[in-house]
């Protein structure tokens, strides 16, 4: 098949949605397919093919809400011109989708969206966004949705599309089947000064819960315990600057001895996978989310989780058997924060008991392993593309 893939961003960019069009893109080329990928033009991108995936880059920024801006022509002379057999749409909200829909009658290749869980859906500035929405929704001939039961595929059955299909995010194999040796162990925690109990958060400082994990941390009854925080090292993206001054405090604290933070570049992901897959529990205190692969790459750890009800982490705690979801309060624009007294008192359970730690970690590795490697998520996507092109329905 001839495949063109669209996100927002793509490698060398880091991120979610990058890692999951990326896993898809590079295994399918494997397979022997040929396959685009049309993402936004970044300065620190020197090459144009990577793993065998071609990358088509353009100059644009925005969405339809907040205006396109840039190239939008070339893209749209680009879709009329390339012929492709599937072209899918990763994430609603962003330009490469929404600049899409504007061409979207002219496009010949069969057509498949993935949502990836409108995070503006309750914006008011979105409104007429979503309103027109679903009658291009029924162009596609197939959505994806990562989740059985999330705002994007609720809104879908609330304005009864058919073409819906579920395929869940997952974790490389490639990275988390093997363990790490007991040297790569003890490099790490003499390079980061990491003892005692390991918690660990991955995510972009702000709303993504780093500090919420600080101050449950602060309070977390042991005697000595590591909290390493992954996440950019610019101090101009999100709450960096005010996360730092938080830890520095703490690390400075008498009342603290036996504690420590550790900030980690969440860009190094060699050094991130392996501190998470020596952790002993993951924590996750996410504003809003729509299916985080931090915690499928928790469970591919053999790493118990506690998280918010952000996105589907109860879906995926359910499916992995390894999480425990905390109770939440909502807040602005349907995001939820975490209750710091009950986040606090799972913790110090799951702290406490070791037993408990194994049994959970075994149980999200053994189901991470049967099926949500991306290999397995792979064949889905492709079995549904030769659906689509065989006019088979869902």
């Known amino acids: ?43 620190n991108r020197t090459n144009r093919i990577h793993n065998g995936v071609k990358i088509v880059d353009f100059e644009i920024s925005g969405n339809t809400v907040n205006g396109i801006k840039g190239e939008k022509k070339k893209y749209h ?46 914006d008011p500035a979105y409104i007429n966004y979503f309103k027109k929405l679903p009658a291009i929704l029924k162009k596609y ?15 879908a059955r609330d304005n009864k599309l058919r073409n819906i299909t579920i395929i869940p995010n997952g974790a490389n194999e490639e990275e ?17 000064g990491i003892g005692g109990l390991t918690i ?38 999100g709450h960096y600057t005010d996360f730092e001054a938080a830890a520095e405090r703490l690390n400075l604290s008498r009342k603290m001895i036996g504690k420590r933070v550790v900030m980690v570049d969440g860009g190094n992901r060699e050094d991130v996978r392996d501190l998470l897959k020596m952790s002993d529990i993951y924590v996750f205190l996410s504003n809003i989310e729509c299916s985080p692969l931090v915690l499928f790459e928790a469970a591919a750890a053999g790493v118990p989780f506690i998280a918010t009800p952000a996105g589907n982490s109860a879906e995926i705690a359910k499916w992995t058997g390894s999480g425990i979801i905390v109770k939440s309060h909502p807040a602005e624009n349907s995001r939820v924060r975490a209750d710091l007294k009950d986040t606090l008192w799972q913790l110090t359970k799951l702290a406490h008991s070791p037993k408990k730690r194994k049994i959970l970690g075994e149980k999200g590795h053994d189901a991470w392993k049967m099926k949500y ?14 659906d689509v092109l065989k006019g088979i329905s869902r």
């Open 1 to 43: 098949m001839k495949i063109l893939h669209t996100v927002e961003f793509y490698y060398p960019s880091i991120g979610g949605a990058q890692e999951v069009v990326r896993h898809l893109s590079e295994r399918m080329v494997r397979l022997g397919h040929d396959v685009t990928v049309v993402t936004t033009a970044i300065p």
């Open 77 to 122: 002379d680009f879709l009329r011109k390339e012929k492709f057999d599937v072209v899918m749409n990763y994430a609603a909200q962003q330009w490469t989708a929404d600049a899409f829909f504007e061409v979207i009658d002219d496009i010949k290749a069969k057509k498949i969206f993935v949502p990836c869980g409108y995070s503006a859906l309750y």
């Open 141 to 155: 001939d197939a959505t994806v949705y990562l989740s059985s039961n999330y705002r994007d595929i609720n809104f």
């Open 176 to 192: 988390f089947t093997d363990p790490l040796s007991p040297e790569r162990i003890r490099y790490l925690r003499t390079k980061y």
């Open 200 to 237: 660990m958060t991955i995510g972009l400082y702000g709303e993504k819960g780093h500090m919420d994990v600080l101050r449950v941390f602060r309070k977390l009854p042991v005697s000595k315990a590591t909290f390493i925080s992954a996440g950019s090292i610019r101090p101009q993206d």
């Open 373 to 386: 490697t991306w290999d397995r998520l792979t064949e889905e996507y492709l079995t549904l593309y030769e």
